[in-house]
């Protein structure tokens, strides 16, 4: 019984770094599209949208990684206030 729940929960780890990694993936060909529109819009050179590029993944990064830390957070919390 407890190697099908861990196996479950395994099962949902997979799933969930594979939909995790496909969003990344789709995420960049989205940005690597949106290049072009971005240095025509702003006028800018490829030094400059590599710069943009660069932030971009910065920011969204550092997005998911307070996300993240935000979960474990509330999930601590609330098995604290379960116990």
Avoid: C, K
Wanted: net charge positive.
């Amino acid at each position: 019984m407890a190697r099908t729940a861990r196996s479950a929960r395994d099962l949902w780890v997979l799933i969930a770094t594979i939909v995790g990694s496909s969003m990344a993936f789709i995420d960049g060909f989205v940005v690597t599209l949106a290049l072009p529109s971005i240095q025509r819009e702003f006028h800018a050179g490829a030094g400059d949208v590599a710069w943009i590029v660069e932030l971009y993944t910065l920011v969204v990064g550092s997005l998911m990684l307070l996300a993240a830390r935000s979960r474990i957070s509330t999930a601590a919390s609330a098995s604290l206030q379960w116990a």
